[in-house]
Structures are given as C-alpha cells and as structure tokens.
C-alpha cells in the first residue's frame, strides 16, 4: 500500500504561482510513474501532467503546457507540480497518483494509488 499527501494548496490571485508538491510514504519500492489530475466543481477529474520513474519523460495537458511544470525527487519520494500564470479556470482540487509502472499515463484508471487532494483556487 502507498499512501500520498499533497501539500502547497491555496488561493491565489490569476497570473500568480503555486507549487504543489506530493509525498508518498508505505510500500515506496519498486519503480513507479506518478501524476497530478484536478476536479473541478460539477466535472470529471481530468489529467495534468505525468512523470515517468526515471523522470526522463513528462506529459502535460494542452491547456498547461507551458505554464506547468512536473518534476520529481526520487530520493524523498516526492513529485512537485510547479504551477505558473494560474487562471481562474485552474480551481480545482488538484490530486497526486502513483502508477504501478515506470512509465507514465494520461489515464485516470490507469493509476493505483491517489492521495486526499490539494485545494487551488485562482481568484480573478
């Protein structure tokens, strides 16, 4: 069992910066791919970016790239989500995920583990 918290949530005015970050802790070993997707209020959770194990492959949303960026420390167990020009339309509660996989996903129900989420709300 893999068990994810993410921290760095908050309100924030449009244009400014966030940085998410997501730890996680338990059955850690092995490698594995990890992702950040939001939900927003009345819609489906949607895909924001992924990371592959090696950290070498990332992929991103059409809407974020280029104002976000994922990395990850394998040695803390831990990936970020460094979030830039912040849009009212980024509020969401925004959720880590690991994949049983090195390789990274843009699906949801391709992920094994998920964490509590992060609350990011963009004021305009």
């Known amino acids: 069992q893999v068990q994810l918290v993410e921290s760095g949530g908050g309100l924030v005015q449009a244009g400014g910066s966030l940085r998410l970050s997501c730890a996680a802790s338990?059955?850690?070993?092995?490698?594995?791919?990890m992702g950040w997707f939001r939900q927003a209020p009345g819609k489906e959770r949607e895909f924001v970016a992924a990371?592959?194990?090696?950290?070498?492959?990332?992929y991103y949303a059409d809407s974020m790239k280029g104002r976000f960026t994922i990395s990850r420390d394998n040695a803390k167990n831990t990936v970020y989500l460094q979030m830039n020009s912040l849009k009212p339309e980024d509020t969401a509660v925004y959720y880590c995920?690991?994949?049983?996989?090195?390789?990274?996903?843009?699906?949801?129900?391709?992920?094994?583990?998920w964490g509590q989420g992060t609350q990011v709300t963009v004021s305009s």
């Open positions: 995920a690991v994949r049983r996989s090195s390789v990274a996903s843009t699906y949801t129900y391709e992920y094994d583990y």
């Open positions: 338990g059955r850690t070993f092995g490698r594995y791919a």
């Open positions: 990371i592959s194990w090696s950290g070498g492959s990332t």
